[in-house]
C-alpha cells in the first residue's frame, strides 16, 4: 500500500507543491512549525533515512540546503531549521522550516489547521524565492 506521501507525489491527495525534479519533490507541511514549512521527500518510498542510498540522502539535504536559502529570502527568520524525525510516516522525509527560536523544534507547537490559502500564500513566496536563486 503506498504511503501517504507516495500518494501526494502521485497527486491522489492535495499538495502545495515548491520543488519537485526525478528524485524527490518538496511540498508545504499541513501542521507547520512556522510559515514555510517543507518537507523534503524522496520519490522513492523508504521508511528510514539511514537506510537511503549516499547519493540520494546527498540529493535530499542539497534540495533542503535550496529551500532553506529560499525560506531564509521569504521569511523574517533568525535560522533554517532541519529535522529528520522519521516516526509520523513510514516514508524519509525532511523538516525544513523557518525558525526565530529553539521552540519552533517541537512538534507539539505545530499548527493544527492552516488554510489553503495560507498555503499557497507561503509556496509562492518560497517559489519566488526559489526562481530569483533562492539565495
Do not use: K
Not at 49 to 72: C, E, F, K, M, R
Not at 92 to 108: D, E, I, K, R
Amino acid at each position: 500500500m503506498p504511503t501517504l506521501f507516495t500518494r501526494i507525489i502521485d497527486g491522489e491527495i492535495p499538495g502545495t507543491f515548491v520543488w519537485q525534479d526525478d528524485r524527490c519533490v518538496a511540498f508545504l507541511s499541513i501542521n507547520p512549525l512556522s510559515p514555510g514549512h517543507a518537507l523534503v521527500v524522496p520519490r522513492d518510498e523508504i521508511d528510514h533515512w539511514i537506510d537511503l542510498p549516499t547519493d540520494l540522502a546527498q540529493h535530499l539535504v542539497l534540495v533542503a540546503q535550496t529551500i532553506g536559502q529560499a525560506q531564509q529570502n521569504a521569511f523574517t527568520c533568525d535560522r533554517i531549521g532541519m529535522i529528520i524525525a522519521g516516526y509520523e510516516i513510514p516514508h524519509t522525509h525532511l523538516h525544513v522550516f523557518p525558525t526565530t527560536s529553539m521552540g519552533q523544534f517541537n512538534f507539539a507547537n505545530a499548527a493544527r489547521s492552516v488554510s489553503p490559502e495560507e498555503l499557497e500564500d507561503a509556496a509562492a513566496r518560497i517559489r519566488a524565492a526559489l526562481g530569483a536563486g533562492g539565495g
